[in-house]
């Protein structure tokens, strides 16, 4: 069994499950207490901590694990990086009070106290940017310590900045941007017996996400419109176009497309002729 090490609560708990289960893989719960399930045929899951698992993985307490950039690079603990799975998007940015006249990190004072549950890395941007910070450490809602009088500036990881906002912050830099990671213990993929599920597992999910901004896009069209179509449906190698048996002059057109251009391809294609078009979700694409 290959052991992959899961967040155990929160969005990127809820986001990782969904991707794995596009990819065909139902979580299967052993116990009453939801530690561990199986995952497919191969996978064992184990529910953690998310900031635990970058420090599982690289000593092998898991094999494989999914969580974010943010609380790899914050533990600075050796693991591979196998996948970007691009969810749980959001940054780590330094954030002053409104009324502070500070407008880069230059301007801050040496000194100067942040609060953070990212020691590790506030400390090393404040030093790199000249301007050395003493560091409160908290282990989360760093936003309200500049209201309580405890620190002058947070670190914090940002999504929409509303939180900032609701508590009178403004985001002065970025530290790091930070979606999900699929990470490996390394060297796995040199190991004989392990490096086949692994590889499995992540195409398995680059294929998942590869087709999420993709649509299957079907159409009926005028024959005399296909000299047009290559460059409307570029699709992944062209589109294809195949017989229509109804006795007319219609020809069956298919094509991936980008789902952000399907409004644009849709009306270019009405105005050419098209009928009948249907579009639909692509469950994974592997070029
Ligand atoms: P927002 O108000 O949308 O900027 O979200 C900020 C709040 O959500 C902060 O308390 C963050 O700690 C938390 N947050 C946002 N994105 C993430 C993420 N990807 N992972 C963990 N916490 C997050």
Known sequence: MIRIALPNKGRLAEDARELLQRAGLELEFRGERALQATLGTNLLALFVRAADIPEFVADGAADLGITGRDLVEESARPVDTLLDLGFGRCRLAVAVRDESTAREITQLTPGIRVATAFPRLTERFFREQGCPATLVPVTGAAEITPLLGVADAVVDLVATGSTLRMNG?????????????????????????????????????????????KRYLMTNIP??????????????????????????DLVAAHAVVDRRDLDRVIAELKSLGAVGILVTKIERLLP
């Open 169 to 213: 912050l403004r985001e002065l830099a970025t530290i790091l941007d930070s979606t999900a990671l699929l990470i490996a213990r390394p060297g796995i993929l040199a190991e004989p017996e392990r490096s086949r599920p692994v590889t499995e597992l992540a195409d398995a999910l680059e294929s998942v996400l590869r087709a999420q901004d």
């Open 223 to 248: 024959r005399r419109a296909i000299p047009e179509l290559r460059r409307i449906l570029p699709g992944l190698n062209g589109p294809t176009v195949v017989d229509v048996l109804d006795g007319t």
